[in-house]
Protein backbone atom coordinates (compact mmCIF):
# COMPACT_ATOMS: atom_id res chain seq x y z
CA UNK A 1 0.00 0.00 0.00
CA UNK A 2 1.54 3.13 -1.44
CA UNK A 3 -0.62 5.97 0.85
CA UNK A 4 -1.84 7.31 -2.28
CA UNK A 5 -5.52 6.85 -2.30
CA UNK A 6 -7.78 7.55 -5.44
CA UNK A 7 -11.60 6.92 -5.94
CA UNK A 8 -13.72 5.99 -7.07
CA UNK A 9 -12.00 2.51 -8.21
CA UNK A 10 -14.15 2.19 -11.76
CA UNK A 11 -16.16 4.82 -13.40
CA UNK A 12 -18.51 4.29 -16.11
CA UNK A 13 -20.01 6.93 -17.92
CA UNK A 14 -21.80 7.99 -21.47
CA UNK A 15 -20.03 10.27 -23.75
CA UNK A 16 -20.32 13.92 -23.68
CA UNK A 17 -20.72 13.48 -19.83
CA UNK A 18 -18.58 14.88 -17.21
CA UNK A 19 -16.63 13.27 -13.98
CA UNK A 20 -14.32 14.21 -11.07
CA UNK A 21 -11.75 11.70 -10.26
CA UNK A 22 -10.28 12.15 -6.26
CA UNK A 23 -6.57 11.54 -5.16
CA UNK A 24 -5.48 12.13 -1.52
CA UNK A 25 -1.58 12.16 -1.37
CA UNK A 26 0.58 10.47 0.84
CA UNK A 27 0.70 12.21 4.25
CA UNK A 28 3.16 14.75 4.29
CA UNK A 29 3.70 14.61 -0.01
CA UNK A 30 3.16 18.21 -1.25
CA UNK A 31 3.51 17.25 -4.79
CA UNK A 32 0.45 15.56 -6.91
CA UNK A 33 0.39 14.15 -10.19
CA UNK A 34 -2.06 12.64 -12.80
CA UNK A 35 -1.16 9.97 -15.36
CA UNK A 36 -3.28 8.71 -18.16
CA UNK A 37 -2.49 4.70 -19.07
CA UNK A 38 -4.02 3.38 -22.05
CA UNK A 39 -3.04 0.59 -24.20
CA UNK A 40 -2.22 2.77 -27.02
CA UNK A 41 -0.64 5.15 -25.34
CA UNK A 42 1.28 4.00 -22.42
CA UNK A 43 1.53 5.61 -19.58
CA UNK A 44 1.11 9.83 -20.66
CA UNK A 45 1.80 12.56 -17.64
CA UNK A 46 -0.97 14.88 -17.37
CA UNK A 47 -0.17 17.78 -14.71
CA UNK A 48 1.49 18.54 -11.53
CA UNK A 49 -0.01 20.42 -8.57
CA UNK A 50 2.46 21.15 -5.94
CA UNK A 51 1.07 22.66 -2.70
CA UNK A 52 -1.87 23.87 -4.49
CA UNK A 53 -0.11 25.54 -7.68
CA UNK A 54 0.34 24.18 -10.98
CA UNK A 55 3.78 22.99 -11.20
CA UNK A 56 3.95 21.50 -14.77
CA UNK A 57 1.46 20.31 -17.86
CA UNK A 58 1.91 17.24 -20.04
CA UNK A 59 -0.28 16.06 -22.20
CA UNK A 60 -3.61 17.29 -21.22
CA UNK A 61 -6.74 18.08 -22.92
CA UNK A 62 -8.72 21.16 -22.84
CA UNK A 63 -11.76 18.93 -22.20
CA UNK A 64 -9.60 17.94 -18.68
CA UNK A 65 -8.65 19.85 -15.53
CA UNK A 66 -7.14 19.78 -11.93
CA UNK A 67 -6.86 21.48 -9.27
CA UNK A 68 -5.34 20.62 -5.49
CA UNK A 69 -6.92 21.97 -2.12
CA UNK A 70 -5.54 23.44 0.70
CA UNK A 71 -5.97 20.10 2.47
CA UNK A 72 -3.42 18.66 -0.88
CA UNK A 73 -6.41 16.51 -1.89
CA UNK A 74 -6.74 16.70 -5.71
CA UNK A 75 -9.48 15.91 -8.46
CA UNK A 76 -9.44 15.76 -11.98
CA UNK A 77 -12.54 16.89 -13.85
CA UNK A 78 -13.09 15.54 -17.62
CA UNK A 79 -15.71 16.30 -19.43
CA UNK A 80 -17.44 16.09 -22.67
CA UNK A 81 -15.91 12.72 -22.65
CA UNK A 82 -15.29 10.42 -25.49
CA UNK A 83 -15.21 7.00 -26.06
CA UNK A 84 -10.98 7.86 -26.29
CA UNK A 85 -11.05 8.84 -22.88
CA UNK A 86 -10.98 5.37 -21.20
CA UNK A 87 -8.09 4.09 -19.72
CA UNK A 88 -6.85 4.11 -16.24
CA UNK A 89 -5.96 7.25 -14.47
CA UNK A 90 -3.35 7.26 -11.91
CA UNK A 91 -2.58 9.42 -9.15
CA UNK A 92 1.01 10.14 -8.11
CA UNK A 93 2.54 12.18 -5.05
CA UNK A 94 6.24 13.01 -3.93
CA UNK A 95 7.62 15.06 -1.45
CA UNK A 96 8.91 18.00 -2.61
CA UNK A 97 8.80 19.91 -5.74
CA UNK A 98 10.78 18.31 -8.17
CA UNK A 99 9.74 15.02 -8.98
CA UNK A 100 12.22 12.02 -6.68
CA UNK A 101 10.52 9.04 -6.72
CA UNK A 102 6.67 8.92 -6.89
CA UNK A 103 4.14 6.81 -5.33
CA UNK A 104 1.23 5.55 -7.12
CA UNK A 105 -2.14 4.86 -5.93
CA UNK A 106 -4.55 2.60 -7.36
CA UNK A 107 -5.98 4.19 -9.88
CA UNK A 108 -9.46 4.65 -11.62
CA UNK A 109 -10.73 2.92 -14.23
CA UNK A 110 -13.31 4.99 -16.80
CA UNK A 111 -15.27 3.34 -19.39
CA UNK A 112 -17.12 5.55 -21.56
CA UNK A 113 -19.95 4.14 -23.34
CA UNK B 1 13.53 17.07 -25.17
CA UNK B 2 13.87 13.60 -22.64
CA UNK B 3 12.99 10.32 -23.32
CA UNK B 4 13.33 6.87 -22.85
CA UNK B 5 12.81 4.11 -24.65
CA UNK B 6 12.00 0.43 -23.42
CA UNK B 7 13.52 -1.83 -26.83
CA UNK B 8 11.62 -4.79 -25.62
CA UNK B 9 7.83 -5.01 -25.27
CA UNK B 10 8.21 -8.22 -23.40
CA UNK B 11 10.95 -10.19 -21.95
CA UNK B 12 10.41 -14.25 -20.97
CA UNK B 13 12.73 -16.07 -19.04
CA UNK B 14 12.76 -19.16 -16.67
CA UNK B 15 12.29 -19.18 -12.74
CA UNK B 16 15.95 -19.36 -11.17
CA UNK B 17 17.46 -17.66 -14.37
CA UNK B 18 19.02 -14.33 -14.38
CA UNK B 19 17.12 -11.71 -15.92
CA UNK B 20 17.54 -8.11 -17.65
CA UNK B 21 14.89 -5.24 -19.18
CA UNK B 22 16.77 -3.01 -21.25
CA UNK B 23 16.32 0.87 -20.67
CA UNK B 24 17.84 3.68 -22.70
CA UNK B 25 17.36 7.19 -22.50
CA UNK B 26 17.92 10.56 -23.54
CA UNK B 27 18.40 14.10 -21.49
CA UNK B 28 20.46 17.22 -22.63
CA UNK B 29 21.83 17.23 -19.08
CA UNK B 30 23.02 14.44 -16.20
CA UNK B 31 19.82 11.78 -15.77
CA UNK B 32 17.48 10.99 -12.84
CA UNK B 33 16.62 7.34 -13.06
CA UNK B 34 14.17 5.24 -11.90
CA UNK B 35 12.15 1.99 -11.90
CA UNK B 36 8.79 1.15 -11.57
CA UNK B 37 6.85 -2.05 -11.34
CA UNK B 38 3.30 -2.61 -12.12
CA UNK B 39 0.90 -5.65 -11.45
CA UNK B 40 -2.21 -6.17 -12.76
CA UNK B 41 -4.61 -4.18 -11.37
CA UNK B 42 -2.25 -2.18 -9.20
CA UNK B 43 -0.36 0.93 -9.44
CA UNK B 44 2.94 1.57 -10.27
CA UNK B 45 5.85 0.43 -7.63
CA UNK B 46 8.94 2.89 -6.71
CA UNK B 47 11.70 -0.14 -7.34
CA UNK B 48 15.16 1.90 -7.33
CA UNK B 49 16.98 5.31 -8.77
CA UNK B 50 20.14 6.44 -10.27
CA UNK B 51 21.06 9.93 -8.84
CA UNK B 52 24.76 10.19 -9.05
CA UNK B 53 27.55 7.94 -7.53
CA UNK B 54 28.11 4.12 -7.68
CA UNK B 55 26.91 2.98 -11.82
CA UNK B 56 25.36 0.00 -9.75
CA UNK B 57 21.81 0.72 -8.14
CA UNK B 58 20.34 -2.41 -5.50
CA UNK B 59 16.43 -1.65 -5.43
CA UNK B 60 13.54 -4.02 -3.45
CA UNK B 61 13.01 -7.28 -3.93
CA UNK B 62 16.66 -8.29 -5.25
CA UNK B 63 16.33 -5.60 -8.23
CA UNK B 64 19.19 -3.79 -9.33
CA UNK B 65 20.05 -1.50 -11.93
CA UNK B 66 23.52 -0.80 -13.96
CA UNK B 67 23.79 3.17 -14.99
CA UNK B 68 26.01 3.18 -18.23
CA UNK B 69 26.78 6.71 -19.03
CA UNK B 70 28.30 6.01 -22.50
CA UNK B 71 25.53 3.84 -23.38
CA UNK B 72 22.64 5.80 -21.74
CA UNK B 73 21.34 3.10 -20.17
CA UNK B 74 19.58 1.72 -17.18
CA UNK B 75 19.03 -1.89 -17.36
CA UNK B 76 17.27 -3.37 -14.73
CA UNK B 77 18.73 -6.25 -13.39
CA UNK B 78 18.32 -9.86 -11.03
CA UNK B 79 20.18 -13.05 -10.44
CA UNK B 80 17.99 -15.40 -10.07
CA UNK B 81 14.26 -14.29 -11.59
CA UNK B 82 10.89 -15.33 -9.45
CA UNK B 83 7.81 -16.30 -10.65
CA UNK B 84 6.28 -13.79 -8.35
CA UNK B 85 8.11 -10.97 -10.79
CA UNK B 86 6.02 -11.22 -13.61
CA UNK B 87 4.91 -7.76 -14.07
CA UNK B 88 4.94 -4.59 -16.13
CA UNK B 89 8.31 -3.00 -15.71
CA UNK B 90 8.65 1.15 -16.24
CA UNK B 91 11.67 2.90 -16.87
CA UNK B 92 11.59 6.80 -16.76
CA UNK B 93 14.07 9.59 -16.86
CA UNK B 94 13.73 13.04 -15.87
CA UNK B 95 17.26 16.04 -16.14
CA UNK B 96 18.62 16.61 -12.66
CA UNK B 97 19.08 19.85 -13.03
CA UNK B 98 15.89 22.43 -12.96
CA UNK B 99 12.26 21.22 -13.39
CA UNK B 100 11.30 18.79 -15.43
CA UNK B 101 8.71 15.97 -16.01
CA UNK B 102 9.35 12.77 -15.15
CA UNK B 103 9.06 10.61 -18.95
CA UNK B 104 7.83 6.90 -18.71
CA UNK B 105 9.33 4.33 -21.21
CA UNK B 106 6.32 2.33 -22.61
CA UNK B 107 7.25 -0.50 -20.50
CA UNK B 108 8.14 -3.75 -20.93
CA UNK B 109 6.31 -7.52 -19.63
CA UNK B 110 8.58 -9.86 -17.86
CA UNK B 111 7.26 -13.15 -17.67
CA UNK B 112 8.81 -15.75 -15.79
CA UNK B 113 8.19 -18.82 -16.26
CA UNK B 114 7.51 -22.04 -14.01
Known amino acids: DSGVTQTPKHLITATGQRVTLRCSPR?????VYWYQQSLDQGLQFLIQ???????AKGNILERFSAQQFPDLHSELNLSSLELGDSALYFC????????????FGPGTRLTVT | AQSVAQPEDQVNVAEGNPLTVKCTYS??????LFWYVQYPNRGLQFLLK??????LVKGSYGFEAEFNKSQTSFHLKKPSALVSDSALYFC????????????FGTGTKLQVIP
Open chain 2, 27 to 32: VSGNPY
Open chain 1, 27 to 31: SGDLS
Open chain 2, 50 to 55: YITGDN
Open chain 2, 92 to 103: AVRELRGYQKVT
Open chain 1, 92 to 103: ASSVGERSYEQY
Open chain 1, 49 to 55: YYNGEER
